[in-house]
C-alpha cells in the first residue's frame, strides 16, 4: 500500500502502539484488499494475524467481516490445502456459517447475502455443484436487494469462477461481467481493472464498456 504519501511498514509500526482493536481494523481491511485481488496466500496469512486481536472489535462490524473473510479466504485456498488443513478448513466453514446465520436471523439486510455467499463456496468445495448454483444466485440477489455493492461484485465473481471451473465459458462471462458493473458502481477502479486484466479472454479489450478511460 505504500507509495509517495503513505508509508505502511510506518503505519503498522504505529498501530502497535495504538491498542488491538486499531491493528485489528488494519488487518480485516488487508485480508480484504488481498482477498479482492487474489493475493490468497497472503490473505490467509493476515486473516490468522487478526485472530490474536479480534477480541476487541466485539461489537464492531469487523467482527463479523472477520468471519465472513475468513470463510472466502479459507474456500478460495480450499484446493490447494493438503488433506489435514482441507480438515480444519471445514470444520471452521461450518462454525463460521453457523455464527452467519445466526445473525442473518437477527439482521438478514446485513448478513443473509453473507450467509448465502459462504454456504455457496461450502457446496463447492463439496461438489455440490447445483446447490452451490443457486445460492451464488440467491447470494446476489439479497446483495442487491440490500445494496451490497461490493459483495454484489464478489458473489458474481465466485460464480464466474465456478463455471470457468466447469467450461461453461458463456454463463461464465455473464457473471464476470456482472461482477466488473457492480466493482464499477462501487467505485472500485483498480478491482475493475483487475478483472479486465484477469478476465480478458471473457469480457474483450481492458476498459471496453467500463467507463475507465474513455472521454467524450
Known amino acids: 500500500l505504500s507509495d509517495d504519501e503513505f508509508n505502511e511498514d510506518e503505519y503498522v509500526e504505529q ?5 488491538s482493536g486499531c491493528r485489528a481494523w488494519y488487518e480485516i481491511l488487508k485480508s480484504q484488499l488481498l482477498y479482492l485481488f487474489g493475493e490468497y496466500t497472503e490473505a ?8 490474536d486481536d479480534l477480541n476487541s472489535t466485539m461489537g464492531q462490524i ?8 475468513e470463510s472466502l479466504i479459507l474456500a478460495a485456498q480450499y484446493s490447494a490445502l493438503d488433506r489435514s488443513d482441507r480438515n480444519r478448513a471445514k470444520r471452521t466453514l461450518a462454525t463460521n456459517r453457523k455464527k452467519l446465520e445466526k445473525w442473518a436471523a437477527s439482521a438478514p439486510q446485513n448478513f443473509a447475502h453473507k450467509k448465502l455467499l459462504v454456504e455457496a463456496e461450502i457446496a463447492r468445495i463439496a461438489g455440490k455443484n447445483s446447490k452451490a448454483e443457486a445460492l451464488y444466485d440467491q447470494a446476489i440477489q439479497s446483495s442487491q436487494e ?7 461484485g464478489i458473489a458474481n465473481e465466485l460464480a ?8 461453461r465459458l458463456k454463463i461464465a462471462r455473464t457473471y464476470i461481467t456482472e461482477a466488473r458493473h457492480a466493482f ?16 480478458a479472454f471473457l ?3 481492458p476498459g471496453q464498456d467500463s467507463g475507465i478511460g474513455v472521454s467524450a
Open 184 to 199: 464499477l458502481r462501487w467505485g472500485a477502479t483498480a478491482k475493475v481493472m483487475d478483472l479486465e486484466s484477469r478476465y
Open 146 to 152: 440490500n445494496d451490497y455493492t461490493q459483495n454484489e
Open 160 to 167: 464466474g469462477q465456478y463455471y470457468l471451473s466447469q467450461d
Open 44 to 51: 490467509g496469512k493476515m486473516i490468522r494475524i487478526t485472530q
Open 15 to 19: 498501530l502497535q502502539k495504538s491498542g
Open 62 to 69: 469487523t467482527y463479523p467481516e472477520f468471519y465472513f473473510y
Open 203 to 205: 469480457l474483450g479489450s
